[in-house]
Nanobody, 115 residues
């Protein structure tokens, strides 16, 4: 079965940094586009960043220049490096992949940016 497990969330001050990790299993990881989403209560889930099998990346305008998505295919890991964090970045961040015509999600990791 496909499993995604996020880690690395926490509490950080504005301007600080966090690095999120997503460990994937149950699929041929290297051939799939991997995505990071975030969601706050009452808000739509937002696609934050994506990385293709070839390493091409896309970012939402709100995080462009501050966040970097990367992957380690040898370890089935995808990362989200978050710098210059703002209070509005506060959300549950979830890893996602579309495989076997199905969307798979991790449980999410909480990121809280506050003074």
């Amino acid at each position: 079965q496909v499993r995604l497990v996020e880690s690395g969330g926490g509490l950080v001050q504005p301007g600080g940094s966090l690095r999120l990790s997503c460990a994937a299993s149950g699929l041929n990881f290297k051939i799939y586009t991997m995505n990071w989403y975030r969601q706050t209560p009452g808000m739509e889930r937002e696609l934050v960043a994506a990385i293709t099998s070839s390493g091409a990346t896309n970012y939402s305008d709100s995080v462009k220049g501050r966040f970097t998505i990367s992957r380690n295919n040898a370890r089935n890991l995808v990362y989200l490096q978050m710098n210059s964090l703002k209070p509005e970045d506060t959300a549950v961040y979830s890893c996602n992949v579309r495989a076997y015509s199905t969307n798979f999600w991790g449980r999410g990791t909480q990121v809280t940016v506050t003074s």
